[in-house]
């Protein structure tokens, strides 16, 4: 269908649908979900080219976008391809710049969480060490320079040459940066020592005193609910505190939580767990479980209470993420096999699961010793019975 493209026509546009104008062949427009883009289609060099010229909005118009599709043939025309020229063009532009870009792109479809982390270590780090540099100047050697920098801190300067790698890749398949040019490539991550710690019953029965001193001292219900669950479900902890009562079925004792780090999750609930849940007060107007200070908002920061808690209970070295662990290694010693253990927790690789191992093969050698002592005492015994029987006879 042709006819002039307005602003008329362009509103009017139904998701899926293109229109190509009148006056300039080869303009056209089209909508796909809701947002409208102009476009260019033609042939250089003997092949069909489809050119994106931009979104509807400012600064683009029915006419601006006309006159551009205008620009662009001419150049086209005079055997100039304009998307190369812009690629080249953009190549020249600095880590900053480009990285504006690739913010649009990618981080923002990232989970909060991960796009947070994104921005923060490239303002912190990658911004100060090559952010002036052009994106296709920057070489391995600076890479290296960087990670280097951050070698007090492993597990930042491995995540920051994670980010660098998916930044440069991305350049690459823009063309912004030559195909197999990645700088990270090649470069080894620093070890990061994983740290295992779990709670001891006694040091269980250590927290379980001073959350309950913390609720008769300043009744802190939602603190103590928001700890008490972590160690009881094993869940992250934006999974409790983002917790709404919407996602709690205590009927069959699960939580249906629509988004989590790895996407949709059901955590199953114990008996402990829903009894928590089932004592927790309910605020009117208020969707989360863990309610917060503010109205209608839940719990922010609970590492400030936590610190209190953990020094009461003589668990200074104790982190929140630790009680995750703790969940899992009593899994893991309660004869729960790594798959088990590994959906309990919701991992989505079984290396990642693999550091509870020993547990289960501690739990697996108990078994093995007692089943061991049982057939062997029949076994002794009845050498030993026969032995006597020989001497005697003897």
């Known amino acids: 269908m042709r006819r002039k493209i307005t602003i008329r026509v362009v509103n009017g546009l139904q998701p899926g649908e293109t229109i190509w ?19 260019l289609k033609t042939r250089f060099r003997g092949r069909q080219k489809l050119i994106t010229i931009g979104r509807h909005g400012s600064p683009w118009t029915p006419d601006t976008a006309r006159k551009e599709a205008q620009r662009l043939l001419v150049l086209l025309e005079q ?19 480009l990285w504006k870009q690739f913010d649009e792109e990618h981080v923002e479809k990232l989970k909060e969480r991960t796009r947070q982390e994104y921005r923060r270590l490239f303002r912190q780090y990658v911004l100060p060490s090559m952010g002036k540099k052009p994106l296709a100047d ?15 801190k492993p597990r930042t300067a491995n995540f920051c040459l994670s980010v660098l790698s998916k930044f440069m890749n991305w350049a690459e398949t823009k063309g912004y ?15 990061e020592n994983r740290r295992e710690r779990f709670l001891s019953q006694e040091e269980l029965k250590a927290l379980s005193q001073a959350l309950d001193e913390k ?17 009881l479900t094993g869940a992250r902890l934006n999974e409790i505190l983002t917790l709404k009562w919407e996602h709690v079925d205590l009927e069959r004792g699960l939580l249906l939580l629509p988004d989590s780090k790895t996407g949709r999750k059901v955590i199953v609930l114990n008996e402990a767990a829903c009894k928590v849940l089932l004592e927790l007060p309910r605020q009117k107007g208020n969707p989360y479980v863990i309610c917060g200070h503010k109205k209608g908002q839940h719990l922010v920061n609970l590492q400030k209470p936590w610190r209190r808690i953990r020094k009461r209970a003589g668990l200074e070295d104790v982190r929140i993420h630790d009680l995750r662990h703790t969940f899992a290694s009593l899994a893991a010693r309660k004869g729960g096999s790594l798959p088990k ?5 919701d991992h989505s ?24 002592d049982q057939i062997g005492t029949i076994l002794f015994n ?11 006879a003897g």
């Open 341 to 345: 253990v590994g959906a309990l927790l």
């Open 138 to 152: 920057v070489s391995r050697d600076d890479v290296v320079s960087l990670h280097r920098k951050l070698k007090d």
């Open 177 to 191: 940066r030559q195909q197999y040019s990645n700088p990270v490539r090649g470069i080894r991550k620093y070890p």
């Open 382 to 392: 009845a050498d030993e019975t026969a032995r006597k029987e020989m001497e005697d």
């Open 21 to 39: 104008d009148e006056v300039v062949k080869g303009f056209g427009a089209r909508r796909q979900k809701e947002a409208v883009s102009y476009i």
């Open 215 to 231: 609720l008769r001292e300043r009744n802190d219900i939602y603190v103590v609910a928001a700890i008490r669950l972590l160690i």
């Open 79 to 97: 055997g100039i391809d304009p998307v190369e020229k812009k690629r080249q063009e953009r190549a020249k532009e600095s880590v900053e710049a």
């Open 349 to 372: 690789q079984i290396q990642t699961t693999q550091r509870y191992a020993h547990l289960i093969a501690d739990d697996i050698r108990q078994l093995a010793d007692a089943v061991g």
